[in-house]
Each structure stands twice: as structure tokens, then as C-alpha cells.
């Protein structure tokens, strides 16, 4: 199973220590995430462009006036940059090709003769490198390297990767031996450019920003130690993520690449030791990081409160990247279960079903008369853009890349790790997937071409999937192992059908006893969604004063205002009887246990949370007190 040449977002080199490979010719065909990179296509993207031209990100570029926007701006033009690459690699347009050529064109014409590029530092005449703390310098940087190999791996536009090149040259010559940026980024970036190009100096720079991150050398601004920078311990040290969130993905993402290519072992180690422990006490249900407003970082063990959850949409989007690379260097399941798990509750909440409107931050818990006061702020709905608007390129990158994230090879066979209607394409293997996940949780694989060989098939089969079953002809139904791959061997034939029963329907689910914000309630999932109460569906009463009443859930009919595909989930519930003394100091003698004054019966209706506030903007909550 070989492919020479892919298009890829990652790719490892040859022998690189990896177990896994991405293969070439992933292609979502329909259904769900078709729907969804479809209004990425149609909506996100060009809006994107228009968002980031009257920002005046494109005139800082022409290098004249005053310089615009955030000290990072140019970071927005790469990320949308590297959104059109990735899609017109999909299906190429004229209108994509055109917007890509005007803006790649600038932003080659604004480099200096000597590679440096980073407009505010060009327009206001601060020294280079003088305050890598927070110039965000090398972070544009690693931004345009992305879209650079994208353009190149796409599409074969070497505009960008010519302009990539000639600033990593300039780096690899000019930086000192223990210049940091802030906020990490470049890492994972120059490990790809040095897989498409070769050159091996963009290794070992990355190499070395991962090794001298973690010895206080980051000067500190407000009330922050170094943990915020991830500069208090070393990588291959750290037993855990701290500090601001998406830095600490990006960063962990950068050290997995370098790790695999230098064949360092303990280094990998380390970052799986991160990564479990992120998993097991950082991680909201929805596969959210980040719980503290202040600093956008993560907090201690198992501090997850829903309502003042940070959940920012990039951190989303960096701990797909990091999961990604973990799951090709180890192959475990583990990894994949977190990218489903995020990218359908943490990536896709930051866009409104109509793609022109975005969420910062995720919350969990919206309650009724929530400020609106900050910008960010759920209870303000999404917004159109942000002034600080790293989230919705985001979001359109991976989107128009998610093609690449189904599946993968190895010298055995071929891995099936995420379910979507489509074509996978192994070297001599030709795969085609029908489904209607995740409304449904039947998955069917036919064979379409095949090498005249036996090569191994292998299917993940989610965590939650305690009734899965794998059937084909001649074959009887075989349960299959949660959170495992259910491996097929033998020697395929063209036509031949593989059936998947990944048994999706309505679950109750309890947190563990230390995650105290959550004792005594539940949340609804089904099959990889998570579920919430929203104000839209109980007028009469007030979501904040609903609770659970009984574990039968059921399949509902559509919900009105959301579309006709949608499943929501129904459950009894009661709601609490405000009383006359509620509605002054708040607590009272504890007279031994008490369940709350509660109504008669009524009928709770649970949507996916990735589409609330689709509907207007009102209370919502993921986790519901349980009636007893």
C-alpha cells in the first residue's frame, strides 16, 4: 500500500517513525460533513474574504499607510489563503483561483529582499525579533508556511512556498540560539515545509524551538508566570498541558512532528503522557479546551465548569492537529475517538448552520439574564467576525482539508477512522463508503478495486459503541470491541461489502465524582454528538429551572427552525417550583437531604449542541440536574 505524491496536510517522510500513513484520495461525497463543506465553500470562505479585506490585513500587505488590525493580522489572510489552497484542490474554481492569486501575489510583492515578512513589524518600524513575547512574528511565519505547502500540495502553486522558503532560509540564518515566539505555531509548520522540500535546517530549527521552550526564557507581561507560554517546563518533561490553550496544542502538535521525524521515542512518549492526562482531568464533554477566561488557558485537574467554559474554537482546531499526529504515530484509537469527538461538538459549534456567523468561545451553559458584555460572550450569539479573528479562518481550513483526516495505510492494509459518505483512495485500493452518520449508524464499505492479494481492512469502532456489530457475506455478525479497530483480513474482491452497526441511539452520561460541577447531573449524547437543552424548544418555562426525570430516551421527530436531518433526542423531565422565598438569599439551613420542589411531567427536547443559537440566542445547557 504506497502512495508517491499525496496532497495532504501531513506527510510524513519516508522513515519517519510513524505507524500509520495518510493516504491521497480521501473525498467526502455527501451527507453530513458534505453539507458542511459545502456552505464552507459557498459561504465561509468568500466571506472570509471579505472579512479579512475590510479588517485591512490585504492593505497592510501593499506596505503602505498605517498598519491595521491586531499585531498578527497577516495570520488571517494565510489561514483563509491556506482554506481557498486546500479547496480548490477539491474542485478547482475560477473565482477561488482568482482570490487566491491576488492575495498570494501580495503577500510575496511585501517581502523583504532578505525573506523577513510580518507587516506591523514592516509598517511601524520596530526592530525585528526585538519582543518575540508577543510580536507574533514567527507565528504569521509558520501561518504562511501552511498555506504555502498547501497551495504547493493542492494545486502546484509554488507562489507562496518560493515566499515560505526564502523567510525560513532567513530564520534558519539570522535568528539567535534561543529565540522563542510566544505563542508556538512555527514548530509544526517548518516540519512540513521540511517534508515538501527536503531541506533538512527547517527540521532542526523546529526542532530546536521545542527543545528550548520550557527554561523561563519568555519574559513575562501582567500577572502571568510562564506557564501561560508553556516556558515553565520542558516538553519532554511536562506531565501535563497548561497555560493558554491553543498555544499548548500548537506547541504539542509542532513536537509530534519533530518527534516522528527524528525518530525520538521519548519525546512521543512524553506527549502521549500529556495527552492522556489532558484527556482524563482538562477535556469537556464536547472535547472543549480551555477553562479559564483570563489568559484563555487551561485551569487544574477536573476544573470543567460548563457556564464559564472558554472552549475556544481554535483550541478545537489545535487538538485535531495534535490527535491527528498521534494517532499516525501510534495508531491507537484513542486519538481518533478525540478528533470525532471535537471536530462534531468543539470545531462545528463555532459556525452557525448558515456558515456567515462564528463563535469564539463554546460555553456549556448559558443561564437565563448571562452577560453579553464581553465580545466573546455565548450569550451574545455568534458574531459576524471578531476583531481578534483567529477562529473563523480556522474553521475554514479544516473544513476544506477534512478530506484528509478519514482514513489512512500502513503496510498491512487500510485504517477507516472517521465516517463519511464517499471515496477512499489506498494506492491500488479503492474504497467507496454509503452512510448517513451520524443520524444513522449504519456504515456499509464496498470494495471497488483491489490488489489480487489478502490486505487488512480495519474499522474504528467508537468508545461509546458498546452494541457495535460487523457483518458481511459469508461472514456471520461479529460484535466489535469499543474504542478498538475491528480488523478484516483476506483477499478482497471488487463488489465485495463490509456492513458497520455502530448501534447509535439516545444515552444518559454521568461525570466522574471529582468533576464536582457536574454531580448529580447528566448530559444526552448519541452516537458521537453531544446533545443540550435550548430555550427555543420550552417556552413556558426556563431552561435554567428543568431537570432529567428518568433514564428512557427516544428519538424525536424535526425540530422546528433546524433542519429536516436533525435528530433530536426526547426525555421526561420536570421543572422546578419557584417558591415565594426563592427569590431572596439564596441558600438555607440544611435540614438533611431534599430534592427541589418540582411540577408535573413534561417532555424535554435535546438538540445537538453544535446547532444551538441557530435559532436566536437564549438559555441553553449541556448537563441537566437528574430527578430522582
Known amino acids: 500500500m504506497s502512495d508517491d505524491r499525496m496532497s495532504s496536510v501531513v506527510r510524513p517522510r519516508p522513515d519517519a517513525a510513524v505507524t500509520l500513513r495518510p493516504v491521497a484520495g480521501g473525498r ?78 501580495l503577500v510575496a510583492a511585501a517581502q523583504c529582499p532578505d525573506g523577513y515578512l510580518h507587516t506591523h513589524t514592516q509598517l511601524t518600524g520596530r526592530e525585528r525579533y526585538s519582543d518575540l513575547a508577543s510580536s507574533h512574528e514567527l507565528y504569521c511565519a509558520g501561518h504562511l508556511m501552511q498555506a504555502a ?129 489532558m484527556v482524563a482531568t482538562k477535556t469537556y464533554l464536547t472535547g472543549g479546551l480551555g477553562s479559564v477566561w483570563y489568559g484563555e488557558q487551561f485551569g487544574g485537574p477536573h476544573d470543567l465548569a460548563p457556564e464559564t467554559a472558554y472552549c475556544e474554537t481554535c483550541a478545537a482546531v489545535g487538538s485535531i492537529q495534535w490527535s491527528w499526529r498521534m494517532l499516525l504515530a501510534t495508531g491507537r484509537a484513542a486519538f481518533a475517538d478525540l478528533i470525532e469527538r471535537t471536530l462534531h461538538n468543539a470545531v462545528l459549534p463555532g459556525l452557525s448552520l448558515g456558515g456567515d456567523r462564528f463563535f469564539y468561545v463554546n460555553a456549556l451553559r448559558v443561564r437565563a439574564g448571562a452577560n453579553p458584555d464581553d465580545f466573546r460572550a455565548p450569550a451574545r450569539g455568534r458574531q459576524d467576525w471578531y476583531g481578534t479573528a483567529c477562529c473563523p479562518p480556522n474553521v475554514m481550513r479544516l473544513l476544506s482539508s477534512l478530506d484528509h483526516y478519514l482514513a489512512t495505510r500502513d503496510g498491512d492494509g487500510v485504517q477507516l477512522h472517521l465516517y463519511a459518505p464517499g471515496t477512499v483512495r489506498a494506492g491500488d485500493v479503492v474504497l467507496e463508503v454509503e452512510t ?87 448530559a444526552v449524547e448519541r452516537g458521537p454528538l453531544v446533545y443540550c437543552l435550548e430555550q427555543a424548544d420550552h417556552p ?66 435535546f438538540v445537538p449542541y453544535y446547532a444551538w443559537a441557530n435559532r436566536g440566542v437564549g438559555p441553553m445547557t449541556v448537563w441537566a440536574p437528574m430527578h430522582r
Open 149 to 277: 505547502v498547501a497551495g504547493s500540495r493542492a494545486v502546484g502553486d509554488r507562489t507562496l512556498l518560493q515566499v515560505a522558503t526564502r523567510f525560513a532560509d532567513h530564520l534558519v540564518a539570522t535568528l539567535p540560539e534561543n529565540a522563542l515566539d510566544g505563542h508556538p505555531e512555527v514548530e509544526t509548520a517548518l516540519v512540513e515545509l521540511h517534508r515538501e522540500t527536503g531541506t533538512r535546517s527547517y527540521l532542526d530549527l523546529a526542532a530546536r524551538f521545542v527543545a528550548t521552550r520550557g527554561h523561563a526564557l519568555l519574559p513575562l507581561k501582567g500577572h502571568h508566570g510562564p506557564g501561560i507560554r508553556q516556558d515553565r517546563v520542558p516538553v519532554r518533561e511536562a506531565a501535563t498541558v497548561e497555560g493558554h490553550a491553543v498555544r499548548a496544542m500548537y506547541l504539542a502538535a509542532g513536537a509530534a512532528d519533530v518527534a516522528v521525524e527524528t525518530s525520538d521515542l521519548g519525546l512521543l512518549d512524553a506527549l502521549e503522557r500529556q495527552w492522556r492526562d
Open 436 to 522: 448517513d452518520y451520524p443520524w444513522s449508524g449504519r456504515v456499509e464499505i464496498v470494495v471497488r478495486e483491489t490488489p489480487d492479494r489478502p490486505w487488512t481492512f480495519s474499522a474504528r469502532i467508537p468508545a461509546w459503541a458498546d452494541a457495535a456489530e460487523v457483518s458481511m457475506a459469508g461472514m456471520d455478525d461479529r460484535p466489535a470491541e469499543p474504542g478498538s479497530y475491528h480488523r478484516l483480513r483476506r483477499t478482497w474482491r471488487p463488489g465485495d461489502r463490509i456492513a458497520l452497526d455502530l448501534g447509535v441511539r439516545p444515552r444518559l452520561t454521568a461525570a466522574v465524582p471529582r468533576l464536582d460541577v457536574a454531580r448529580g447531573q447528566v
Open 28 to 105: 467526502v461525497g455527501g451527507g453530513f460533513w458534505g453539507a458542511r463543506q459545502r456552505v464552507n465553500r459557498e459561504v465561509t470562505i468568500p466571506l472570509g474574504g471579505e472579512r479579512v479585506r475590510e479588517s485591512g490585513a490585504f492593505d497592510n500587505l501593499r506596505l503602505t499607510g498605517r498598519h491595521r488590525g491586531k499585531v498578527f493580522a497577516d495570520s488571517d489572510v494565510y489561514k483563509w489563503l491556506e482554506a481557498l489552497a486546500w479547496e480548490r484542490g477539491r474542485a478547482e474554481d475560477d473565482d477561488l483561483a482568482a482570490s487566491y492569486k491576488e492575495a498570494a501575489e
Open 540 to 605: 413556558g418555562v426556563i431552561v435554567d429551572d428543568l431537570c432529567v426525570a428518568g433514564a428512557d430516551l427516544r428519538d424525536g421527530t424535526a425540530v422546528a427552525g433546524l433542519p429536516a436531518d436533525v435528530v433530536p433526542v426526547i426525555a421526561r423531565g420536570r421543572a422546578h417550583v419557584h417558591r415565594e422565598e426563592d427569590g431572596g438569599f439564596p441558600y438555607r439551613t440544611a435540614a438533611g437531604p431534599r430534592e427541589p420542589e418540582h411540577g408535573g411531567p413534561v417532555d424535554l427536547t
